[in-house]
């Protein structure tokens, strides 16, 4: 077990970690992650907050499902202004979530059960109350480097309406530039200000990452998922970037993504850390990536990252050049077609990450599915099938696995995501109307996700004894982990047999991917490949029953269902939401 922190802001520069530790080379090929939200996972001590002690009980119902990672989304030392993803301290627990003894815990019942830990690694930014930034703040301090300090735009009264040093606009809302009176200057934040971005330019603040991230390895942390790691190498030169007509300020994202040494940094700690060398599971996240990035981060030979999550599909149900709140239909075809695009990407070198929703998106059923009483089970197994199916490392976020849906607020004081409430006060001072900013808000705000696990039909779902953070979905009573594990025909049985299939045959990791009708407006059919084996996938993603277009399809005669979402069925009619996958003769 590693030593306490030798300072106050560094972790014990720990050994690099033993490569012998049970990882065999790309285990996490075949591989289930499960993302625990924290706050909303399970509350242990009645404060309406989740906590670790609270996980550590739930931990054979994972093992039941049969995840074999859990990403846990941050736990550290936080002002919480955006639910953790604001770190004071990189190498100790947030008292509202436990202690690190009790993450300690996590981590050996994790092993205990040859599960594995992925951390949430934060490191794009910390919080403004971090030391690190503390000491920053002093223009003659050592750290003032360690953050994007700039002098106001040229011309301009400093702290006066566009003396901002670029037009960047943060990705929640408002100007990507934090104005300090004391010193007259301004900090970047490409989220909230409570959240200043970190200068990768600068050596020292990379060595104090990486250390940390050993330090981390060191306590039994198997790998990390990297929040928005493409965004940490920034241009030399802050240059306004382009503003579309309705906008205030240019989208922060489109100068920064992706930058010049992003390769570079990420390459550097993946030796500094031995990512690579102990077999450790890695995943950036990362927004506005293409695949040419992804290529390049997830090409072993490169020696960055694993795998990385893209934002392209979960973009699509938008005005193209407008916001996530701007809403817009998704036919299937392009949907099926922007995965595809991936699985063809990522198809000789790399390796994509599955998933459709996380702590930022929409619950999938409510989004890809039909959350209605007739069909959210039988469209949340498909969407289970659909994706578990398709080539590449799956997530599973917590609730999917029982079908929890989008909730149902109704007005703007139930939200409490930052990103929301921000939204709706931008939105009404542009003029939008109330109505269709609450209802853009009902479709895509996080909070959608960020509802309690329902554990049971007892008061609060089970998630708490105290009044929750965030209300329990009413759904609760039928939507809860309970009626699903004791029932055979549940979504959570479902996702559990779709694991065991991917544990079982290795078709489901390693075939070759090939999609097949792409302009079928409601059928998904693709198969898998592996030597002499073959899966067809057939989903029908509509509440109307569909007749499998069998003279376009391959030759289904001597064809064994391996797993179907509507029992032992074999006609040639799809039952509205039926998928089923086929083993070709
Ligand atoms: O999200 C990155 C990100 O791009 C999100 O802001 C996403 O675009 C948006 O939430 C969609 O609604 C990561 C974390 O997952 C998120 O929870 C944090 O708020 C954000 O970074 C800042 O750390």
């Not at 330019?201 to 039994?220: K, L």
Request: glycine share 8%; proline share 7%.
């Amino acid at each position: 077990m590693s030593v306490a922190p030798v300072a106050a802001d560094e972790p014990a520069p720990a050994e690099k970690p033993d490569a012998t530790r049970a990882r065999p080379d790309g285990w996490w090929k075949s591989a289930v992650v499960y993302q625990i939200y924290p706050r909303s996972f399970a509350d242990s001590n009645g404060d309406g907050m989740g906590d670790l002690p609270g996980i550590l009980p739930r931990l054979d119902y994972l093992k039941r499902l049969g995840v074999d990672v859990v990403w846990l989304s941050p736990v550290y030392v936080s002002p919480q202004d955006d639910n953790g993803y604001d770190i004071a301290d990189y190498t100790d627990v947030d008292p509202v979530f436990g202690t690190l003894a009790d993450l300690d815990a996590v981590i050996a019942g994790l092993h205990e059960r040859d599960m594995k830990l992925m951390m949430d690694l934060v490191v794009n930014h910390t919080s403004d109350e971090h030391p690190w930034f503390a000491e920053s703040r002093d223009p003659g301090s050592a750290k003032r480097d360690w953050y994007w300090w700039r002098p106001a735009r040229e011309g301009h009264q400093a702290g006066t309406p566009g003396a901002e040093p670029t037009n960047w606009g943060s990705a929640f809302s408002g100007s990507a530039w934090q104005f300090d009176e004391t010193t007259g200057e301004y900090y970047l934040h490409l989220f909230s200000p409570k959240q200043p971005d970190l200068n990768w330019e600068n050596p020292e603040v990379r060595r104090c990452v990486y250390a940390m991230m050993r330090w981390w390895v060191d306590r039994g942390v198997d790998g990390f998922r990297m929040d928005v790691i493409n965004l940490i190498s920034k241009p030399t030169e802050l240059l306004d970037g382009p503003i579309a007509d309705a906008q205030r300020y240019s989208p922060a994202f489109v100068p920064v993504a992706n930058g010049h040494r992003l390769d570079e940094f990420l390459a550097e700690m993946n030796r500094e850390v031995g990512l690579d060398v102990a077999n450790l599971i890695s995943v950036g996240e990362m927004p506005g990536a293409s695949i040419d990035t992804a290529l390049a981060a997830t090409d072993p030979s490169r020696r960055e990252l694993g795998m990385v999550f893209t934002f392209e599909h979960v973009s699509l149900d938008q005005v193209p050049g407008g916001s996530k709140w701007d809403l817009a239909d998704l036919p299937l075809p392009v949907l099926k077609g922007n995965l595809a695009v991936w699985q063809e990407g990522l198809a000789e070198v790399g390796w994509n990450s599955l998933y459709w929703n996380n702590h930022d998106q929409p619950r999938a059923v409510s989004r890809f599915g039909d959350d209605s009483a007739e069909f959210r089970i039988p469209s949340a197994k498909t969407l289970g099938t659909v994706l578990h199916l398709h080539k590449g490392t799956p997530y599973v976020y917590q609730g999917e696995e029982i079908g929890m849906t989008n909730t149902n607020f109704t007005d703007i004081s139930q939200y409490e995501d930052l990103e929301s409430v921000g939204y709706h006060a931008e939105a009404l001072t542009l003029g939008l109307e109330a109505e269709a900013v609450l209802r853009s808000l009902s479709v895509k705000s996080r909070d959608n996700a960020r509802t309690p696990m329902q554990w049971d039909d007892r008061s609060h779902a089970g998630f708490s004894e105290g009044i929750p953070w965030l209300p329990v979905n009413p759904n609760y009573v039928v939507v809860n982990a309970h009626a699903a594990v004791n029932d055979p025909d549940s979504v959570f049985h479902h996702y559990r047999r779709l694991i065991e299939l991917r544990h079982r045959d290795p078709v489901v990791v390693h075939g070759r991917f090939a999609l097949l009708l792409p302009e079928h407006d409601r059928l998904w059919a693709f198969t898998r490949t592996l030597e002499n084996t073959v899966l067809l996938v057939v989903a029908n993603m509509s509440a109307a029953a569909l007749e499998l277009p069998t003279d376009q399809l391959p030759d289904l005669t001597g064809a064994v269902l391996v797993l179907g979402t509507h029992g032992q069925t074999d006609g040639s009619t799809l039952a509205p939401w039926e998928s089923r996958i086929l083993r070709l003769a």
